[in-house]
C-alpha cells in the first residue's frame, strides 16, 4: 500500500478518499497561489462531495486563499511576543518595501503580505514565513534587504534563515531525558525486548503524563487502546503546535526526530497499530524534509515497513500530513477531522479516539514531547528516570521562554523547579506578568515565583502545570493589551460550531476594548468574571473553556492594574459616553 | 433485552433504558431541559448550542450528548445552572441580528420560545451588530444569515437524493456562517425545502413563495409551553387602591415610533385606576417638555439614534428614581439598529441622494445646527445610562406593563401570563 494511502478504508475505491483533500488542496494552492472556483467543483467531483463541503474545508484553514495571491506570500506573526519585539515596525516596513497594506495582494502578483499567529519562533521574533520558509529576528533593513533580494530573483529557499535551536539548559548530571545522545533503533529493540505489557507498565510507573498540556496518563490511553478489538488501529503524533509561545515540538522535531519516531512506533507495537500518521502543523512546513529523512533512513534500516525492527507480523508505516493553519486542530479530536479532509471541528465526546478516533477505529493521539518522552523512558528504564524530578512528577520538561529575558529558549528543566529558578536562568528583565502554557493557560504575578513547576496538586493548583511555555512580560507591558491579544486570537480562531466560544470572545473582546477605553466600571470587571466562567462550563472543547482563564487570574492577580483603569465617576450616567466620536460620521455632512 | 438503570436528576430517582439520551429521559419523566439543537434522531447529538447545560457528576457540561448510564446523578435546575443557560440564549440574540417584529417565523421560532421559556427580557451582553448577509440566490430558498444560531441541523440533515450536502459551515471563529450550495439547493424537492424550513429553530432558512403554513399571530409556543406564567408561585393579593400613594411618573418616546406609548392606552378600564394613581409629568402624553419635578418612574420607549435622544435619556436618568426601558427599542436597539451593520454614510446617502424618489436637484443630506445629530449607530438605553428594569415586546402586552408598573411603584406582586411576554 502506497504510504500516501494509509488510513483509507479498503472497499470503497470507487470515490477518492477524503482524507487526502488536504494534500490535493495544498497541490493547488502551491502551484496557483489560490484555490479556484474550477478547482473546487474538479475536487467536489473527484471526492464525491457537494461544492459547498470543499468550500467550508478551504474556508477554515486561513493558509488556503480563494483568490490569488502571488508569488511571494509573507505570513507576518502578529503574536503577543511579536508585538513586544517591533511588529509594527516590521510590518510598515514590510508595506513600506512591497508597496502592500497588509491583506492585499500588489498588482503584479509579486508579493502578498498576511498576518498569522504564532508561528512558532517566539526565541526569535519578529519573525515571518515567506513561502513557507522562516525568517527570524527581523528589523527593517533586514527586510528590506529580503524584499529586495526576492524583487531581483533570489528565492526564499536560498536566503531563508535557519531558526536556531536556542537549547538553553539542559537538567545537570547527565540528568536530560530528551537531548543525551539517541541511538537509533534502540528504543525499539528495549521494547520488544520486555514486550508490550512491560512498556506500558513502565510508563505506569514513571507516570508519564500527555505533554500537550493535558496531562492525561499516556498508560492509560495507551492500554485502552490495545484493549479495543477493532483494527486497523492508529498512532497520530500532534505536531499541531499551535498554543502561542510554544515551540519546543519544533526544536524536538530539528534535533531528536529519531526519538519521535521511535515513540511512535513503541506505541504502534504495543497498542497493536498499523499506521502512524504525524500532523505537522503548516507553520513547519519548512521542518517536513527532516521527518522525511528520518522516515526515510527507519525503512531502508528495517525499522518501518513489513515486519519491523524484526518483529514478526509487526508492520508499522508512518505518513506526514501537513495542516493548513487552524489552531484548534491542535485539539485532538478536531485534529482527527482534519486528518479526514475535514473542517477542524472538536467531536463531541460522544466517543474517545482510543474507541473511535480516526476513520472511526482506534486512535492513540500523543504530542510530540509525548512520543519522546516515550521513547526515552523506554530506552533509559524506568529506574533511571525516576531518579530525576521530584517524587509523584519524575523526569523533565521541556519549556519554551520567550518575552522579557536574555535568553529565551529551550529549558529542559527537572520537575519540582520553582519559576524564580527559571526566571534566573533565562535573565528574565523586570518580570511582572507571566503567561504560563500560552494564552490558554494561566497566568502568575511575581507574588507566586516560589511556586514548582511540576505535575502534582493539579487540582488544588498549588504547584504550576506547564504545557510548555514561559512568556514573560515586563512592567512596561499593557496588560490589557496583551490579554486582548489573546482575545482577538481566540475570536478568530475558535472553530465556530459551538455558541459560548464563537459568540463568547467576541463579546469578551468588546468588553476589553471598553475596558481599554477606560469606560469600564467595577461591574464590567463583575461581568467578565461571569462571563467566563459561563464559558468554560459551556464550551464544546478546551478552546472555549480555557479561552478566558487567563484574563479571569488577571483580573484577580494583578487587581491593582485594573483597578487603575476603571471609570470611578461612574454614578449610573455613562458620562464617558464620546459623542463626538459617535457623531463623527454625521458632522461630514455639515456644509 | 435492554438495561435498566437508576439515574438521578435533581435528586429525583429515574428508571430508564441504559444508553438513551439524557435529554429524552428527562422530558418523559417532566423535567424540561431547554434545548435548541438537539434533533432526538441525530445520532451523534450535534451539541452545538450549548443551551442543555447541566452539572453531570459534578461536571458541567450539556446533557444531550450524554448517555444515561446508571449512578447518573445530574443537576439542572440550580440557580447557576439557570443563569447559565440563561446567558447562552442570551449570547444568541447579541450574536445574531435577531428582530422579531419583522421576522417571518416570530411566534414559531424556536429561540425566541427559548428566550420566552427562561424568562429573557434583556440580554446582559451587547449586541454586536455584525453585517450578515440576506441570501436570495438560491431557487426555493432565502437564508437570513441574520437570524441563524449555527446549530448545525442542517448541515447534518439536508441531503439532495444522491447524499450531498445543501447547508455548510464556511470560515470560522466569529465569521462562521451557514452557506448553501446553489447547485445542490435546486435539486431538492419542495418538500424537502419545507422540511429544511421547518428543522431550522429560527427563521434563517425561509422558503420563497407562499409559504408561512399558519397565519400570522398563531403562536404555537404559547400553547405548548412549560412555562404558563412568570411568578406564579406568588399569591396575588390586588391592593386597594387607597392603600396606594400616587406617585409620578415621566415617559419619553427617543427613537421609537410611540407604539409603546399607544400600547399603554390598552389596559382599558384599569386607565381609571391609573389616573388615580399616576400623575405625569414630562411626557408627550401631557406634552410637559420639562421636568417640574423628580419622579418616581421614567418610562423610556426607544434607543438613542441622535445626539438629543442622550441627552434626554440622562436627563431622565437624573430625574427620576427607577427607570425601565420599554419596548425593544428601548431594551436593545430594536428595528432601527437594523442600520447598525451598515456605515452611516450609506444609510443617508441611499436614503437622500441616491434615491429613486428623490426630488431632482435636492440633493443634500440634511445638517442644521436645530437638527440632533445623528450617531454612528443606534445605541441600547444601557450602554447610555443605567436602566433598572425591562419590559420587552414590540410593543409590550398593556397588561405587562401595567402589572410591571405596579409592582415598581407599590410592590403589588404580579404574574406576567406566557402570552403577554413577548418580543414582537
Redo the contacts between chains.
Keep these: 500500500m502506497a504510504v500516501s494511502n494509509i488510513g483509507s478504508r479498503p472497499g470503497k475505491a470507487k470515490t477518492e478518499f477524503r482524507g487526502n483533500l488536504l494534500d490535493e488542496l495544498w497541490k493547488r494552492q502551491d502551484v496557483s497561489g489560490f484555490i479556484s472556483d474550477a478547482d473546487i467543483s474538479t475536487l467536489a467531483q473527484r471526492f464525491n462531495l457537494a461544492d459547498i463541503e470543499v468550500e467550508g474545508v478551504v474556508s477554515f484553514y486561513h493558509f488556503f486563499h480563494r483568490k490569488p495571491t502571488a508569488r511571494f506570500v509573507i505570513y507576518l506573526n502578529n503574536s503577543i511576543i511579536s508585538e513586544t519585539k517591533g511588529f509594527v515596525r516590521i510590518r510598515e516596513a514590510f508595506e513600506r518595501e512591497t508597496g502592500i497594506m497588509t491583506g492585499q495582494v500588489d498588482r503584479t502578483g509579486t508579493f502578498a503580505l498576511f498576518l498569522t499567529p504564532c508561528i512558532g519562533l517566539s526565541d526569535q521574533e519578529p519573525a515571518a514565513l515567506i513561502n513557507f520558509f522562516p525568517f527570524t529576528n527581523l528589523n527593517a533593513i533586514r527586510v528590506k534587504d529580503i524584499i529586495t533580494a526576492l524583487r531581483n530573483g533570489a528565492s526564499p529557499a536560498s536566503i531563508c534563515d535557519m531558526p536556531e535551536n536556542n537549547i538553553r539548559y539542559m537538567a545537570p548530571d547527565d540528568k536530560s531525558v530528551f537531548f543525551r545522545k539517541f541511538i537509533t533503533g534502540s528504543a525499539m529493540a528495549r521494547a520488544k525486548e520486555i514486550g508490550a505489557a512491560a512498556v506500558i507498565e513502565t510508563l505506569k510507573q514513571t507516570q508519564l503524563a500527555g505533554r500537550g498540556g493535558a496531562n492525561f496518563p499516556t498508560w492509560k490511553k495507551w492500554q485502552s487502546a490495545m484493549l479495543q478489538p477493532a483494527a486497523p488501529k492508529y498512532v497520530i503524533c500532534n505536531a499541531d503546535e499551535g498554543e502561542p509561545g510554544t515551540f519546543k515540538d519544533r526544536v524536538l522535531i530539528c534535533t531528536q526526530a529519531a526519538s519521535l519516531i521511535e515513540g511512535m512506533m513503541i506505541c504502534g507495537y504495543t497498542v497493536g497499530a498499523q499506521y502512524g500518521i504525524i500532523y505537522l502543523r503548516a507553520e513547519y512546513r519548512w521542518l517536513k524534509h527532516i521527518l522525511e529523512d528520518v522516515i526515510k533512513e527507519y525503512k531502508e534500516k528495517g525499522l518501518l515497513g513489513k515486519d519491523c525492527a524484526g518483529i514478526n507480523g509487526f508492520d508499522f508505516e508512518i505518513r506526514i500530513q501537513v495542516g493548513a493553519g487552524s489552531y484548534v486542530c491542535g485539539e485532538e479530536t478536531a485534529l482527527l477531522e482534519s486528518l479526514e479532509g475535514k473542517r477542524g471541528e472538536p467531536r463531541t465526546k460522544w466517543f474517545f479516539p482510543v474507541e473511535r478516533g480516526y476513520m472511526q477505529l482506534p486512535t492513540v493521539i500523543n504530542n510530540v514531547e509525548t512520543f519522546c518522552a516515550a521513547a526515552r523512558i523506554i530506552e533509559m528504564g524506568a529506574a533511571a528516570y525516576l531518579k530525576i524530578g521530584i517524587p509523584g512528577s519524575p523526569g523533565t520538561k521541556l519549556i519554551s521562554v520567550s518575552g522579557d529575558c536574555k535568553r529565551p529558549g529551550i529549558y529542559e528543566i527537572e520537575w519540582g523547579m520553582t519559576v524564580a529558578e527559571l526566571l534566573e536562568l533565562c535573565e528574565a528583565e523586570d518580570p511582572y506578568y507571566i503567561q504560563v502554557s500560552g494564552p490558554s493557560g494561566e497566568c502568575i504575578s511575581m507574588k507566586e515565583k516560589y511556586r514548582r513547576i511540576s505535575m502534582l496538586d493539579l487540582l488544588s493548583r498549588k504547584d504550576i502545570r506547564c504545557g510548555g511555555s514561559f512568556m514573560i512580560f515586563n512592567r512596561q507591558r499593557d496588560l490589557v493589551k496583551i490579554l486582548l491579544n489573546f482575545s482577538e486570537f481566540f475570536k478568530k480562531e475558535s472553530c465556530g460550531v459551538c455558541t459560548p466560544c464563537r459568540a463568547g470572545s467576541f463579546i469578551i473582546q468588546r468588553k476589553l476594548e471598553r475596558l481599554d477605553n477606560g469606560l469600564a466600571n467595577e461591574k464590567d470587571l463583575e461581568e467578565i468574571r461571569s462571563w467566563g466562567a459561563i464559558m468554560r462550563d459551556t464550551s464544546r472543547c478546551g478552546l472555549g473553556k480555557t479561552s478566558t482563564s487567563s484574563l479571569i487570574l488577571a483580573i484577580e492577580k494583578f487587581h491593582d492594574y485594573f483597578e487603575a483603569k476603571l471609570d470611578k465617576e461612574f454614578n449610573g450616567l455613562n458620562l464617558k459616553f464620546d459623542m463626538e466620536a459617535a457623531t463623527k460620521d454625521y458632522e461630514k455632512y455639515k456644509t | 433485552m435492554s438495561k435498566f438503570v437508576e439515574i438521578k436528576i435533581d435528586g429525583k430517582v429515574i428508571r430508564a433504558e441504559e444508553g438513551r439520551n439524557l435529554v429524552t429521559v428527562a422530558k418523559e419523566n417532566g423535567i424540561f431541559i431547554p434545548s435548541l439543537c438537539y434533533y432526538e434522531h441525530i445520532e451523534?447529538?450535534?451539541?452545538?448550542?450549548?443551551?442543555c447545560?447541566c452539572r453531570i457528576n459534578g461536571k458541567?457540561?450539556?446533557a444531550c450528548?450524554e448517555r444515561v448510564m446508571e449512578g447518573m446523578d445530574v443537576e439542572v435546575n440550580t440557580e447557576t445552572l439557570k443563569d447559565?443557560r440563561k446567558?447562552?440564549v442570551e449570547?444568541?440574540f447579541?450574536?445574531g441580528n435577531h428582530i422579531c417584529p419583522a421576522c417571518e417565523k416570530s411566534g414559531n421560532c424556536d429561540l425566541q420560545h427559548m428566550g420566552y421559556e427562561l424568562g429573557i427580557s434583556s440580554t446582559?451582553?451587547?449586541h454586536?451588530f455584525k453585517d450578515r448577509l440576506i441570501d436570495f440566490k438560491p431557487t426555493r430558498m432565502v437564508m437570513e444569515h441574520n437570524r441563524c444560531?449555527?446549530c448545525?441541523r442542517c448541515v447534518v440533515e439536508v441531503k439532495?437524493a444522491d447524499g450531498?450536502?445543501?447547508?455548510?459551515?464556511?470560515?470560522?471563529?466569529?465569521?462562521?456562517y451557514v452557506?448553501?450550495?446553489y447547485?445542490?439547493e435546486a435539486r431538492l424537492s419542495e418538500e424537502q425545502a419545507l422540511q429544511a424550513m421547518q428543522l431550522c429553530p429560527t427563521g434563517a432558512i425561509i422558503v420563497k413563495s407562499d409559504i408561512m403554513p399558519k397565519p400570522f399571530g398563531d403562536r404555537k409556543f404559547d400553547l405548548q409551553s412549560e412555562q404558563k406564567d412568570y411568578n406564579s408561585n406568588e399569591s396575588i393579593v390586588r391592593k386597594r387602591i387607597s392603600e396606594m400613594g400616587k406617585k409620578k411618573i415621566a415617559t419619553i418616546s427617543l427613537a421609537g415610533c410611540f407604539g409603546c406609548h399607544m400600547s399603554l392606552l390598552d389596559i382599558d378600564t384599569e386607565l381609571l385606576d391609573m389616573v388615580e394613581l399616576v400623575t405625569f409629568d414630562k411626557s408627550p402624553l401631557t406634552d410637559i417638555k420639562r421636568f417640574s419635578t423628580r419622579c418616581h418612574l421614567g418610562i423610556i420607549e426607544g434607543g438613542c439614534c441622535n445626539?438629543e435622544n442622550?441627552e434626554t435619556l440622562?436627563l431622565f436618568?437624573?430625574h427620576c428614581d427607577i427607570l425601565v426601558a420599554l419596548g425593544e427599542c428601548a431594551v436593545w436597539g430594536g428595528l432601527p439598529t437594523m442600520r447598525n451593520t451598515i456605515?452611516?454614510?450609506e444609510c443617508?446617502e441611499e436614503a437622500y441622494l441616491n434615491s429613486v424618489t428623490n426630488e431632482p436637484g435636492n440633493h443634500?443630506?440634511?445638517?442644521h445646527e436645530d437638527l440632533p445629530?445623528?450617531?454612528?449607530?443606534v445605541?441600547a438605553c444601557n450602554?447610555?445610562?443605567?436602566i433598572d428594569y425591562y419590559i420587552p415586546g414590540c410593543p409590550p402586552d398593556a397588561n405587562h406593563i401595567w402589572k410591571a408598573v405596579k409592582n415598581l411603584l407599590w410592590g403589588e406582586a404580579y404574574s406576567i401570563l406566557y402570552s403577554e411576554f413577548k418580543y414582537d
Design positions: 451523534p447529538p450535534l451539541g452545538t448550542c450549548r443551551v447545560t458541567a457540561g450539556p450528548t447559565t446567558a447562552i449570547m444568541m447579541a450574536e446582559r451582553f451587547q454586536l444560531i449555527k448545525m439532495t450531498k450536502s445543501v447547508f455548510n459551515y464556511l470560515n470560522r471563529g466569529n465569521e462562521t452557506g448553501i450550495d447547485q445542490q445626539a442622550i440622562r436618568r437624573e456605515p452611516l454614510s443617508l443634500i443630506v440634511p445638517y445629530k445623528l450617531l454612528d449607530r445605541y450602554e447610555i445610562v443605567k
